[in-house]
């Protein structure tokens, strides 16, 4: 069994995101990796937000997964603090968002 641990954060400089992959069989740590933005940079940079960076560490976590020979094989657990998140996903918010146009349960347009 494999499990991604991943982590995101967005502060007044800057805008970061990690994730470390463990075969939990084994206790190995099988990759990690980790990115961020300044967000003096640009203006895009600038609107970078927590939930943001929480999404990115998990999607790098699944890019990662996919290139590699496990991803036929294995199953990836994604395991996060992001109740963002964990809540798209187990919730199911992402089918909601989608049908509605990507506008929330308050018709406002999804942020993230």
Do not use: P
Not at 16 to 37: E, H, L, N, P, S
Request: glycine fraction near 4%; charged fraction near 20%.
């Amino acid at each position: 069994m494999y499990k991604a641990y991943t982590d995101g954060s967005s502060q007044k400089e800057w805008a970061g995101w990690a994730y470390v992959i463990i075969d939990t069989t084994t206790d190995t740590i099988i990759t990690r990796d980790q990115g961020g933005f300044n967000k003096h940079i640009t203006e895009e940079n600038a609107k970078l937000t927590n939930q943001q960076m929480e999404l990115m560490a998990a999607i790098k976590a699944c890019e990662y997964w996919k290139s590699t020979e496990h991803f036929m094989i294995d199953e990836l657990t994604i395991c996060s603090d992001s109740a963002y998140l964990v809540n798209c996903k187990n919730q199911f918010w992402y089918l909601t968002w989608q049908a509605n146009g990507w506008y929330n349960a308050k018709r406002q347009k999804v942020s993230n």
